[in-house]
């Protein structure tokens, strides 16, 4: 039986960000299943830009008994943290993504990703990224993107 409804509206300020308009539908992963028993999530910008993310750990992220696995939430900052770098205006692929767990996060409730650009040089894209709620943080990540070239992006979208 499906998990019923939940709610992943926004804050008052924020938009809602269209991923598959910009980076193709390839991202299922993480966010292929916006009424699935894994994640439901709903992507925006806040008043500055940035990317932020209302998410869902739903009952098949689970690890430890009632709380989302470890790489249920690094597959969420990969994603999300990456999609800020596009949404940023670099096309990137990521290269490193460090973790940090800070407290089990409870099954079945919505929390928020947070993601800003950090840094740039050259090639490299710093993306820092927090999933939290209210004051309480599960997770903090520190995602090094690296830009490819157009033509790489453009052959990656033709094999949506
Ligand atoms: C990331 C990737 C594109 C880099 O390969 P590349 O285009 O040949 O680029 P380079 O190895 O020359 O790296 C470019 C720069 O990024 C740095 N860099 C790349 N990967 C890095 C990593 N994992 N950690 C730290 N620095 C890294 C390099 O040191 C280099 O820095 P410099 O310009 O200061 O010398 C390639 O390794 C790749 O495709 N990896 C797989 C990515 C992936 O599958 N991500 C998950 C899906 S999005
Ligand atoms: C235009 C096609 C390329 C789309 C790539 C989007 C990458 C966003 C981040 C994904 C992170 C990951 O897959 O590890």
Redesign the pocket.
């Known amino acids: 039986m499906p998990m019923p409804p939940v709610d992943l509206s926004g804050e008052a300020n924020w938009t809602e960000f269209d991923a598959p308009s910009l ?2 539908a ?2 299922r992963f993480v966010s292929g299943e916006p009424e699935g028993d894994r994640y439901r999530v709903r992507y925006y910008r806040n008043a500055d830009g940035a990317l932020r993310a209302r998410i869902w750990f739903g009952p098949e992220t689970e690890g430890p008994p009632g709380h989302a696995h470890g790489g249920s939430m690094a597959a969420v900052m ?2 999300v943290l ?2 800020a770098a ?1 949404a940023a205006g670099y ?4 290269g490193n993504l460090n973790v940090d767990f800070r407290n089990l996060l409870p099954l079945q409730q919505v929390v928020t990703v947070e993601s800003e650009i950090l840094s740039t040089s050259g090639r490299k894209v710093m993306v820092r990224g927090r999933i939290c709620k209210g004051d309480t943080v599960y997770a903090e990540a520190d995602c090094l993107c690296i830009t490819i070239p157009e033509q790489a ?1 453009a052959e ?2 033709g094999k949506h």
Do not use: F, K, N, T
């Open positions: 980076v193709g390839s991202l990969d994603e990456g999609l596009w096309p990137i692929v990521v992006a990656l979208a």
